[in-house]
């Protein structure tokens, strides 16, 4: 039982870690569209 519990908090931990990473990497798009738009003047989407 005790294992299971492990189990489910690992997978848990794992899924939420993936999405933080996810939410980074728009952000981080985001972020060089904007610097993009500011050197250019053009618009590019990354995401």
């Known amino acids: 039982m005790e294992e299971k519990e492990t189990e489910n908090?690992?997978?848990i931990s794992s899924t939420?870690?993936?999405r933080y990473f996810e939410r980074i990497?728009?952000?981080a798009a985001y972020i060089c569209e904007?610097?993009?738009y500011a050197l250019t003047g053009?618009?590019?989407?990354?995401r």
């Open 25 to 27: 990497a728009d952000h």
């Open 9 to 11: 908090r690992t997978i």
């Open 16 to 18: 939420l870690m993936v």
């Open 42 to 46: 053009r618009k590019e989407f990354l």
């Open 34 to 36: 904007s610097l993009i």
